[in-house]
């Protein structure tokens, strides 16, 4: 799945800004044909979702369908060439109508949504774009959803938030990431796999397998580009099949301390004439596990940083350049060298600028909190075309380093899970992802009330896991919890024998709240409890990481213990910092484990 671009052959249009949009609580629009256009005052902005932007009018807290509607004009050189349209991300799901057509769907949120528009499409002229959203889940879906009556039918009304979740981040709804327009010849390359090795200190190597669409070609081509525009390595232009391997010499290996990227150009040619043409930035560098160690290109790493969340006041989860670039150097100025990318993937753009600046990524499926008294075979097919889907989008970058395909499985712990139906199902999506990359570790995080049995652990080449002792289990009692942390992990290690990574830790504090004792929800006791784990973690020669939970601050559904926001974040939801970001930039202060 390319990220498009442009070029002598290929062209790209933003169809971004503000868009026409209306509600639609009674799913009437499609049978009233609000595909052909819709009488509404409203706008709203894309990328961003609809909760904040459009509080006023009452969609806080909007579960449902919503239309967008946009007209744009489509220049007169699209008309000799293949034209698509893509929707980085419409969450939870969206259908497409082009000039009344319609142009294609998608069951998925967190990811692109990519359909040939040729034959709709009015090169030189005006053009309407019509999009259904809607923020709706069920049992079936990736990630499942879930409704009042079934907190009532459960018995479980103190866990009921408003809206209804199985998770505790908003559901946004929207159109959260750009909105392009593009073009490519009628024979166009659609795919580019990289694989990296390295077969020296010197010699790294490329394999490079190519997906082409239309037949008028006769060779392909690869050329590898320095950062300073030199060549240096290149396949023959003769060559026919869509799959070669180049050798670089004296080459610069990425890694989160040097993140060197060089151009990949990858090119068709017909009677020796290029005829279409890709280029993408990729890092040759290395991942495995050796025994308790994570190893990046041979060396040692030892993982230090968050989980976050796409979430920023108004735009909600919309892509918002100048916020990732804040993030990032606030990153980079509290010492971490990772992320992961809780609870979903995040946008193409972030992952880019990952690899530009050596921050190494978990990339996470949205699978979050299967309740597998719920799950479906739909559930698990959808669970399996996600991590597909996601592999092939997020592969080529160099920062991506592990795959999570799911979180917390089982957090309402039904004994029903341990049956064999767990396990069962955990193979197949665990089988199912290393038949689409096994150059990768796979891991899902485990919650305390899965426990040790969880059978994730038994597939997963990283056991990760969540732990909130001294918030959500012994509150206030730091000595218990770390005293439960470290039978946990000892326990774990010696059952499994494999590395280590804690996943989520942490504790809420309310920003300006102080105390000279240790007190949940000040700041101090949240900087306490970070340092207590750390010192516990990085005491174990097996641990490979520590992610702190939260980034940020960040909107949730409504809940009686959430004030507005889970408050776990380090710096506050517009990136102030709090004394335990302080407390972490002291403690990060090197690549090394501190204690």
Not at 150 to 162: A, G, K, S
């Amino acid at each position: 799945m390319l990220y498009p671009i442009r070029n002598a052959f290929r062209d790209i249009l933003e169809i971004n800004s503000l868009w026409k949009f209306r509600v639609d609580s009674e799913k009437k629009g499609e049978n009233e044909k609000w595909y052909n256009d819709f009488e509404s005052d409203i706008e709203i902005a894309v990328p961003g979702s609809w909760n904040e932007q459009l509080e006023e009018l009452g969609l806080l807290h909007y579960v449902g369908l919503a239309w967008y509607s946009r007209k744009f004009f489509l220049p007169t050189h699209f008309s000799d060439k293949r034209i698509w349209l893509r929707i980085g991300s419409a969450d939870f799901s969206s259908r497409v109508w082009v000039n009344g057509s319609f142009a294609g769907e998608s069951e998925f949120g967190f990811l692109p949504n990519e359909m040939e528009i040729t034959t709709f499409a009015r090169a030189g002229q005006e053009n309407l774009i019509v999009i259904s959203v809607s923020n709706e889940l069920d049992d079936d879906s990736i990630p499942q959803g879930i409704t009042a009556d079934h907190y009532t039918n459960e018995n479980r009304m103190r866990e009921e938030t408003n809206p209804p979740t199985r998770f505790d981040f908003s559901p946004f709804g929207g159109i959260h990431r750009p909105v392009i327009v593009h073009s490519t010849p009628a024979t166009c390359i659609r795919g580019v796999r990289v694989n990296t090795s390295i077969a020296n200190s010197l010699t790294g190597k490329v394999e490079i397998t190519a997906e082409t669409d239309g037949k008028e070609f006769d060779s392909f081509s690869s050329e590898l580009i320095d950062a300073k525009g030199a060549s240096v390595s290149r396949s023959s232009p003769e060559e026919v099949a869509l799959r070669t391997e180049l050798i670089v010499n004296d080459c610069h290996f990425w890694s989160n301390d040097n993140p060197h990227l060089y151009t990949l150009n990858v090119a068709l040619h017909k009677d020796g004439k290029t005829v279409d043409q890709y280029s993408l930035k990729i890092g040759i560098r290395e991942v495995r596990i050796d025994g308790d160690k994570l190893l990046l290109n041979g060396k040692e790493v030892f993982l230090k940083g968050f989980g976050k969340h796409e979430d920023f006041a108004v735009i909600g989860r919309g892509l918002f350049l100048p916020l990732v670039i804040k993030d990032f150097e606030l990153m980079k100025w509290i010492n971490a060298n990772s992320f992961r990318t809780s609870h979903y993937p995040y946008a193409e753009e972030v992952l880019s600028y990952a690899d530009n600046r050596g921050i190494l990524v978990i990339s996470e499926a949205p699978a979050v909190s299967l309740d597998f008294r719920h799950v479906t075979p739909k559930t698990l097919e959808n669970h399996r075309q996600f991590v597909q889907r996601m592999v092939e989008r997020d592969y080529n970058h160099p920062s991506v380093i592990i795959w999570s395909i799911g979180n917390e499985p089982n957090i309402v712990g039904d004994e029903g899970y341990y049956d064999g139906s767990g396990r069962n199902y955990w193979k197949e999506v665990f089988d199912f992802t290393r038949s689409l990359d096994n150059s990768r570790p796979i891991t899902v995080p485990n919650c305390t009330r899965a426990g040790l049995e969880d059978p994730v652990f038994e597939f997963s080449g990283v056991l990760s896991i969540n732990r909130y002792y001294g918030w959500y289990e012994y509150p206030g009692n730091l000595k218990l919890a770390i005293e439960k942390l470290e039978l946990d992990m000892e326990e774990l290690h010696a059952r499994y024998k494999k590395p280590i990574l804690i996943t989520e830790f942490g504790a809420d504090s309310l920003a300006g709240s102080h105390s000279t004792s240790l007190q949940m929800f000040t700041e101090e006791y949240q900087a306490k409890l970070i340092e207590e784990y750390i010192r516990c973690i990085e005491s174990k020669p097996y641990t490979i990481g520590e992610m702190v939970w939260n980034f940020a601050d960040f909107r949730t559904p409504q809940h009686f213990r959430r004030v507005v926001l889970n408050l776990k974040g380090v710096f506050t939801r517009d990136r102030e910092p709090k004394l335990a970001a302080f407390k972490l930039k002291e403690l990060w202060n090197n690549g090394r484990k501190v204690f």
